[in-house]
């Protein structure tokens, strides 16, 4: 039996069960087989005889029964049809973390195997270990964050962000993403409270230092209405003339541009964004270590073998009395498995590579 058998291509594609009514049938069972999540109200699917759909009127639902008040005509064909579908496609490329645990408990674990006896809780600890691991250079776990910069130049960062791949604004009349450049001009750091001999002033209950809640740094910043970019107007003879003698000698690559700046406070968990890019829409790519929820604790089937050797590892280099060549050989397996995995997750094409790599024949004209 395939491992596709507990669904079928309807469920899949279209989230809807068909039936064939006999005479004065009134009732039709939903089963798991057409929705892998049953519906729990009837405003959640449509109901069509013959493909023209029925008012709610006319039928009721408990799941899992359908019951018609009046009996259907014998050879009718009733479609129920989800109409906001709950299931995502693409999931049988992943494999949950849950099942890896239970398949390692299975094939690893037991009389006469590697691993005699060991804790469902301690494969868990290392199963999440692992995930965290293959997340930072292996798996891809790269997420996008949309929102509008509020006028507070301020937004927190996402709850799973461990770090950030690229953060652009969006071109409100084309959608084309713009890139944003940290900066290292900018920060807010702790902002400590003195008195008229600059004194540091403490909380009388805590005894902890008295903070502000923005530094005056990121004050004057926040209210500076110029240009990110060091590129500016120059209208006069003289000032152009400062210019060709000079004048913007030192001019840095990443302050050369006017799409704006920002940069991550990692200590209180927030982007600041240069005036210029207040109301517009940002993109954050970032990367998450795969445990925020548990529906995102999944793998790719790909590295699913990888996964088993860094449990087997991990699992018997922290046993004792385990002997060293078998640690060291789990160890080399372990290191062959995720090379292994990597090579199939890199994804590579020969045609797009050989049709990016014609640009390189381009002739550029000075």
Known sequence: MGLLGTTTEQSYYSQSQSFTATASQTRFVLTTSFFPTLPTAETQFDVFADGVQLSSSLYSYSSPNLDFSS?????????????????????????????????????YVGSEKIIN?????????????????????????????????????????????????????????????RPLYPTRSLSNPRSILQDSDYNFLFDATTGDLLESNDSESWSRSKSNSQSDSNITSENTLDERTKLLLGGRYG????????????????????????????????ILDYISDGLATDGEMVVHKFIEEAMYKYLAHAILAT????????????????????????????????????????????????
């Open 319 to 366: 046993k004792a009395n385990v002997p060293e060549y078998i640690v060291n050989r789990f160890k080399r397996e372990r290191f062959a498995a995720i090379r292994t995995a990597k090579l199939r997750l890199s994804n590579l094409k020969s045609e797009e590579i050989a049709q990016i790599m014609r640009n390189k024949s381009k002739r550029i004209k000075h």
């Open 117 to 177: 006896r060991v804790r469902r809780a301690d494969v868990a600890f290392h199963a999440q270990r692992a995930l965290q691991e293959f997340s930072y250079d292996t798996l891809e776990s790269k997420k996008s964050f949309e929102l509008e910069v509020p006028l507070s130049l301020l937004i927190p960062l996402p709850q799973d962000y461990v770090n950030y791949v690229k953060i652009s604004f969006v071109e409100a009349e084309t959608g084309i993403k």
């Open 251 to 282: 001019l840095t690559p990443e302050s050369a541009q006017i799409n704006g700046t920002y940069y991550i406070d990692q200590l209180r968990g927030n982007i600041h964004f240069s005036s210029s890019v207040a109301g517009k829409t940002i």
């Open 71 to 107: 009996g259907r005509t014998a050879g009718e064909v009733i479609l129920v049809k989800e109409n906001t579908s709950a299931e995502t496609f693409g999931n049988y490329q992943r494999i949950s973390l849950d099942d890896i645990i239970s398949n390692f408990m299975v094939a």
